[in-house]
């Protein structure tokens, strides 16, 4: 349960707009105007209208009702496994694949391949995210890391928690003007009107930090490796499109219309480098790009 008061700053805004836009609810407003309509919100005690607006003063509580349970159920998905064993499998993730379960994608996820080739692997880490240690957005492609026991993943969770793991990216861009090296440190939240974006929000983000270097420059375009330093949602798009070189294809952070052909979007996590959960042994993955982002950067280098 929350409760909110709303303050002059906040204005009048609808009451079902207002609760979509907390990040610590982190609700769509059709899951809100459900909860309004199950009785779930109250306004001032009583129950609003989801398109009713609010009032600063105005006392907002909202009861969110506990997930119910749900099986997962193994899912004959294909995977490149770059690397496995006992403790650990490193897959090189294809776009379109979503990584676990969640609203919009309770099946086909890479949780439900893991299921079918991994065994024992329920129930590490949460019911939800078995195995699961960090994540790639469905349309970025390269390489993760999966723990495939209890110890694996307290270790690798330490690991990103100290900023042990690195992370190298290849980033198609818009534009070619950046410098050849450089540092973007902006705090990114989420979206004050849109909850599926995040962006440079000072005042509510949270600290983020991404390396990029120029591999390449094209005409209007340029090939970046960009390292991570913390890993928010979304933070290389974020932070791109920050400083004004969106990756190409990305549909929330760059242009809508479609550039040079390539499906979403030109964004591959190639490198990625740990320690060994249980022999301490530094290792190091390299996957390239897939044949139709290589396909864009191959034409570019013939027309610069």
């Given at each position: ?81 770059v690397y496995e064993d006992e403790d650990i499998l490193v897959v090189n993730k294809q776009r379109g694949l979503v990584v ?123 090939l970046l490796e960009c390292r991570l330093e913390t890993g928010r949602t979304h933070q290389i798009r974020v932070h791109l ?13 760059g242009p809508r219309k479609p550039h040079l052909g390539m499906p979403p979007q030109a964004l591959h996590a190639r490198q ?33």
């Amino acid at each position: 349960m929350r409760e909110y008061r709303i303050t002059a700053e906040e204005g009048h805004p609808r009451i079902d707009v207002f609760l979509a836009g907390r990040p610590e609810i982190g609700l769509s407003r059709s899951r809100i105007q459900a909860l309004i309509d199950e009785g779930q919100v109250t306004l001032n005690g009583a129950i609003p209208k989801a398109r009713q607006a609010v009032n600063p003063g105005d006392v907002i509580v909202v009861r969110v009702p506990d997930p119910e349970p749900m099986e997962l159920v193994p899912e004959d998905i294909p995977l490149d496994i770059v690397y496995e064993d006992e403790d650990i499998l490193v897959v090189n993730k294809q776009r379109g694949l979503v990584v676990h379960p969640a609203a919009g994608h309770w099946t086909g996820t890479l949780v439900h391949a893991l299921l079918d080739k991994v065994d024992d692997l329920e129930g590490i880490g949460g019911e939800l995210r078995p195995g699961i240690v960090h994540r790639l957005d469905k349309d970025t492609t390269g390489l993760l890391v999966v723990a495939k026991s209890e110890r694996a993943m307290a270790s690798l969770q330490e690991q990103i928690r100290d900023h042990m793991v690195q992370r190298v990216y290849w980033a198609l861009v818009h534009g070619n003007s950046m410098p050849d090296t450089g540092r973007i440190e902006a705090p990114i939240g989420r979206h004050p009107r849109d909850r599926k974006r995040m962006a440079v929000n000072p005042k509510t983000g949270r600290d983020a930090v991404t390396y990029f270097r120029v591999l390449e420059r094209y005409r209007g375009y340029a090939l970046l490796e960009c390292r991570l330093e913390t890993g928010r949602t979304h933070q290389i798009r974020v932070h791109l499109s920050f400083i004004g070189h969106p990756v190409v294809g990305d549909p929330l952070y760059g242009p809508r219309k479609p550039h040079l052909g390539m499906p979403p979007q030109a964004l591959h996590a190639r490198q990625l480098s740990f320690r060994h959960p249980a022999s301490g042994e530094w290792m190091e993955f390299t996957v390239d790009p897939p044949a139709d982002m290589m396909a864009v950067v191959q034409r570019l280098r013939e027309e610069a």
